[in-house]
């Protein structure tokens, strides 16, 4: 059920975002692409072409999932020689991939599922990659560069995971068809503890957060692809793209990345919640973008204020608060609802205006911040982040991302988003 998973370290960020509209272009963008193969891009071009580092090249990746009632989204990729698959939640609120090992503590799959640590090599304290995961006690890596690097990641829904970073190969076709099998840091854990009970069958975490730790940081300092992830996520899953080939050359909308130097999240500038185009006085939210997230979730006051909004926009409407589940907040209908085009008007678009960025708008239609449930009733897919203990914090979790094409921009540091339907049209 819907359980209120949320990763991601939590810190203070400021944002900006909107929304455009690109279905059209991505349809052409996918157009005539094999079964199982690769898509080739098409009318897609590199961002800046006379950028940085045009390399003509990106990796990617069908994703499995949906927001309800399975709660994430996630990708298989092969790791080692001969690869074996590994499932793993896509997470752009953290900073690294893990993979649950063997042996291991606390871990939920089977032994013969997790990673072994066979010949692979360990990452040791002096490699400049170390940094990036953190170690939990850097002083001793500094006094005996020899060590091996270890780990420990613990994310906001309290779960963590420990362990040592070792590189293995990673076999990745780009989608010009060359097959590469880059070594790439990951870490491998001994021990999880309060595992998201939702990621059950995953064996571990796809961080991509914009730390030089992330596989895509990775892929670019190696001059394979640039550092620029897109996701695309709707109910039967979508895409993960790595590179410059799957950004769109129009109808997206960019914002610049907050430049944090405290930590790795997406974030842009000051948001206001606007409902039914209108202002509310929400405003000055920090937000973070963060797919780790099934859902989104607003500071105490931000999200009682909003939940104010909508309660009274449904006065005279056919609708009452009802318990359903986990969620807090639901409403149940004359009959119950099947499908969201039967709520659609009794609720508002609500966005996250970013005054930062000229007012542009990151747009939340109903779908993109309600659930209708299994018991078939409408429930609000915004949470209460100062109940999980996030603070100030503001988190645009998945179910406000989908049906739209994501792109996190590290190389332009930028982000970017148009509205787009996510199907998978091969893999
Ligand atoms: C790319 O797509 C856009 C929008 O669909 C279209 O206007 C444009 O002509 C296309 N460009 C090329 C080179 O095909
Ligand atoms: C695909 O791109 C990679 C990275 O730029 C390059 O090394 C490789 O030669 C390209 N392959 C083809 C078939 O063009
Ligand atoms: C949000 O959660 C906090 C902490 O549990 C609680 O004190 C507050 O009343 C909640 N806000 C709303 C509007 O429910």
């Not at 930590?263 to 202002?279: C, I, T």
């Amino acid at each position: 059920m819907a359980d209120q998973k949320l990763k991601g370290r939590r810190t203070m960020v400021n944002l900006l975002i909107f929304q455009v509209v690109l279905s059209a272009s991505l349809h052409v963008c996918f157009a005539e692409i094999g079964h199982g193969q690769p898509p080739t891009p098409r009318n897609i071009s590199t961002v800046h072409p006379t950028d940085v580092n045009t390399f003509g090249s990106s990796v990617y990746l069908p994703v499995s999932g949906n927001v309800y009632p399975t709660g994430s989204y996630s990708v298989t990729v092969g790791i080692g020689n001969p690869p074996k698959p590994f499932k793993l939640d896509i997470d752009t609120g953290s900073d690294f991939a893990w993979v649950q090992c063997d042996p291991c503590q606390g871990c939920t799959l089977p032994p013969d599922r997790r990673y072994k640590l066979g010949k692979n090599k360990y990452v040791l304290c002096m490699d400049p990659i170390c940094a990036a995961f953190h170690p939990p006690d850097p002083s001793q890596c500094i006094k005996n560069p020899k060590q091996k690097c270890s780990f420990k990641i613990e994310y906001a829904d309290h779960s963590s995971a420990a362990g040592v970073v070792v590189s293995d190969s990673f076999p990745l076709r780009l989608v010009n068809g060359s097959v590469f099998q880059p070594g790439l840091a990951f870490g491998c854990a001994y021990t999880l503890k309060k595992p998201d009970p939702s990621a059950a069958g995953n064996a571990g975490v796809l961080g991509l957060g914009r730390s030089k730790a992330s596989i895509s940081a990775q892929l670019s300092s190696m001059g394979i692809s640039q550092n620029i992830i897109g996701h695309c996520f709707n109910d039967k899953g979508g895409f993960l793209s790595f590179g410059a080939d799957f950004v769109p050359k129009s109808r997206m909308t960019w914002a610049p990345m907050l430049r944090s130097s405290s930590d790795n999240h997406y974030s842009l500038g000051p948001a206001e919640v606007f409902f039914r185009n209108k202002p509310t006085g929400i405003k000055g939210l920090n937000v973070i973008f963060d797919s780790g997230s099934t859902y989104t979730y607003l500071n105490s006051g931000a999200y009682g204020s909003t939940l104010d909004l909508i309660r009274k926009d449904l006065i005279g409407k056919p609708l009452h608060e009802v318990k359903d589940g986990a969620f807090p907040i639901c409403w149940k209908g004359r009959k119950p609802f099947i499908t969201m085009r039967q709520v659609q008007n009794y609720f508002g678009i609500l966005a996250f205006s970013f005054s930062g960025s000229s007012n542009i708008q990151l747009q939340l239609p109903v779908e993109a911040y309600l659930i209708v449930t299994e018991q078939g009733n409408v429930c609000l897919g915004i949470l209460n982040g100062t109940e999980i203990g996030l603070g100030t914090l503001n988190v645009v979790g998945d179910i406000s991302m989908q049906g739209k094409l994501m792109i996190f921009d590290n190389e332009n540091q930028r982000i970017g988003w148009g509205s787009a339907d996510c199907t998978r049209k091969f893999g």
